[in-house]
């Protein structure tokens, strides 16, 4: 089953077997929690399934707090808090306060959601921890809207919100300066692999937050938005979602389907494929590998274009940006421009580079054509209404643009099929980093592309070098796909990207590290190690790092319950250690506070095994820590002892 509904179903199972007292269901639950919930769609890989899908990543939350607030026994719990820190850390690393959004490559979702009209459950989540507020228009009746887009989706409505946070904070009162507090710009680097056979290597999901901007992406995904860019041209954080500009980009047949959504999913027309490398991106495009996809697509008037579109969307009236080709402003519309051409935008203090990539020729009449958005419906909640959204302008570049339908059995298909590409690089950059509009533009008219097709193996070569950087990137156009959840085959994804590289470098984590950002880290290599903060656990055992600077906490997991020796060093000299093998654990230390928060849990069966941790060891303070273990501050200090002539406070788990 899918990822929320393995969550409810286990949460029925569990806490509704502890109502009618079943202990078979309570079994079945309990297993699903830990196998199910636990090890696969939470610690799996580095990503989660519906990240970032709006409304069915609300669902899962809702669910995982079940077991955080109700679970029966403490392992219970204990599991439940694992799985909603993790789930919550998505949220708060991947949220921009100057937004008020989360950010991320989305699989399904209503596009209102993408354009920040339609708040859904993550959103109320985020409120509750966020001391600035993380809605627009929290006074608003549930069911307003804004531009006929309602404010607020009815999956995870706000009063389930309410009712659970009631019972206990989303986070720690600590966890939510990572929320408004965050250290920019901010990176997120992760591994998905929860889906198909994406293993060894995985796909890669990335998240770039930029002072004014968010750029995000999975370099395979086939959702509604497997790359797009969103920031805010004003002055102060966002108040209302017309604030915000949005760019999107999708393979399109015969008319652009950038918006109408279906079970949250906009119809699969083209590949995508993005090699991102913070706020810069290499998207090639083609279209469906099979003939009788396109065909349908293109519907009774038969296939007549093919094209890669970029979307830039606002709603300010007027529009706040200026856009330029060359250097030059432009004022006029349609625009037709060669793919050698460069386009910028200055949108604030926000400044957007677009270089189209050399598409295939099938038949054109031109090669790019910057032009006003055309109008569609919304689809999904607005399917029945003639609700229609319009792109401010729309950058098209055409593999074939002709007047008459490409015959059904003409040759042309062949090339269409398996060779056909085309695509866009992306900048994103604001005045924090460039000093101002011109020197982004230079720096974008400095940027060399350099493309090489090879017929052989069906695969265009992509080197752009850009300031100091060199991006690298294969995309073959031969790949196999699927219409169901990833727009490639499993264990495609190889041959669709036979490499990428940052100045010559693989651009990705190491074997054994799932997840990366600014302030985390998640893998099984046994070291583990951001801002100053090391955890160490036995190589091959999940380890969990969360690390917040603004009041100096840093959080060491075993995540699973396995038992592994866990050492704990944080800035300051502070050590941590477990004397034996440890359980399912948590460790927050905040040294110049000299307190910790532990929280521990054993299996029944692992209570009699030999070796297993009865104290946690801390070094390098002067003083007795404050300890809370398990929800309770500990009235009695620590026991001082020497440990290898070393002085240190025990600390009992039992």
């Not at 710009?185 to 901007?213: C, D, K, M, S």
């Not at 652009?256 to 991106?281: E, L, N, R």
């Not at 656990?537 to 038992?563: C, F, I």
Request: aromatic content about 10%; glycine content about 10%; proline content about 6%.
């Amino acid at each position: 089953g899918t990822m929320n509904f393995n969550h409810t179903a286990n949460a029925g199972a569990l806490l509704g077997g502890k109502i009618i007292a079943s202990d078979l269901a309570m079994e079945d639950g309990r297993a699903g929690l830990e196998n199910v919930l636990l090890r696969l769609w939470t610690f799996l890989d580095g990503n989660s399934q519906e990240m970032l899908d709006h409304y069915y990543l609300g669902v899962t939350l809702s669910g995982q707090k079940l077991f955080t607030d109700y679970g029966p026994e403490p392992i219970d719990r204990m599991m439940g808090e694992m799985i909603r820190d993790r789930s919550v850390e998505l949220l708060t690393t991947s949220y921009h306060p100057f937004m008020r959004r989360p950010y991320g490559a989305t699989g399904r979702t209503h596009f209102s959601n993408i354009l920040g009209f339609e708040q859904e459950g993550l959103n109320y989540i985020l409120h509750t921890l966020s001391p600035k507020g993380a809605l627009f228009h929290p006074e608003k009746a549930f069911d307003a809207k804004q531009r006929d887009m309602f404010l607020h989706g009815y999956d995870f409505p706000p009063g389930r919100t309410a009712l659970q946070t009631r019972e206990q904070p989303w986070a720690a009162e600590w966890a939510t300066s990572i929320v408004d507090e965050k250290p920019l710009p901010f990176e997120i680097t992760a591994a998905e692999t929860t889906r198909g056979n994406f293993r060894n290597p995985p796909l890669w999901a990335r998240v770039y937050l930029g002072q004014t901007y968010a750029l995000s992406s999975q370099d395979i995904k086939g959702g509604t938005a497997d790359v797009w860019a969103q920031w805010n041209p004003g002055e102060q954080a966002a108040t209302d979602a017309e604030q915000l500009s949005t760019l999107t980009l999708r393979f399109n047949v015969n008319k652009p389907h950038m918006v109408k959504t279906g079970g949250g999913m906009i119809p699969y027309s083209g590949g995508i494929a993005t090699f991102q490398y913070k706020s810069k991106a290499i998207v090639c495009t083609k279209p469906r590998s099979e003939k009788e996809g396109t065909e349908k697509i293109a519907g009774e008037e038969g296939l007549k274009s093919l094209f890669s579109s970029v979307a830039l969307w606002s709603f300010h009236e007027p529009l706040t940006w200026t856009l330029y080709v060359d250097g030059k402003e432009q004022n006029t519309f349609p625009l037709k421009l060669k793919d050698t051409q460069r386009i910028t935008l200055k949108d604030g203090n926000t400044y957007v580079g677009l270089i189209p990539l050399p598409a295939t020729n099938l038949g054109r009449d031109e090669e790019i054509v910057i032009e006003p958005g055309t109008a569609e419906n919304l689809g999904d909640r607005y399917k029945t209404t003639d609700m229609t959204i319009t792109p401010a302008l729309m950058v098209n570049s055409y593999n074939l643009r002709q007047a008459t339908a490409v015959a059904k059995d003409s040759p042309l298909w062949e090339k269409i099929n398996r060779e056909a590409h085309g695509g866009f690089i992306i900048e994103i950059g604001d005045k924090a980093e460039y000093g101002s509009f011109e020197a982004f533009q230079k720096h974008i008219a400095d940027a060399t592309l350099e493309t090489r097709w090879e017929p052989e193996v069906l695969t265009q070569h992509i080197t752009y070098r850009s300031g100091k950087d060199v991006m690298e990137m294969g995309f073959c156009t031969d790949y196999a796909q699927q219409d169901v959840h990833f727009a490639v085959a499993p264990g495609q994804h190889t041959k669709a990207i036979p490499y990428r590289r940052i100045n010559g470098e693989d651009p990705y984590l190491p074997a054994g590290i799932d997840r990366d950002t600014t302030l985390t880290q998640q893998g099984t290599t046994g070291r583990l190690e951001k801002n100053g903060a090391i955890l160490e656990l036995e190589p091959g055992r999940k380890g969990y790092l969360v690390t917040e600077l603004k009041n100096g906490v840093y959080a060491g997991y075993n995540p699973l319950p396995d038992l592994s020796t866990m050492t704990f060093t944080v800035p300051g000299g502070v050590v941590v250690k477990a004397d034996g093998k440890i359980g399912m654990a948590r460790v927050v230390v905040q040294p110049a506070s000299g307190k910790l928060w532990i929280n521990n849990a054993y299996k029944k069966e692992q209570l009699t095994e030999a070796g297993i941790a009865r104290r946690l060891l801390v070094f390098g303070l002067d003083a007795a820590p404050v300890v809370t273990l398990n929800g309770s501050l500990l009235t009695t200090a620590p026991e001082a002892v020497e440990i290898e002539g070393k002085p240190a406070y025990a600390i009992n788990l039992e």
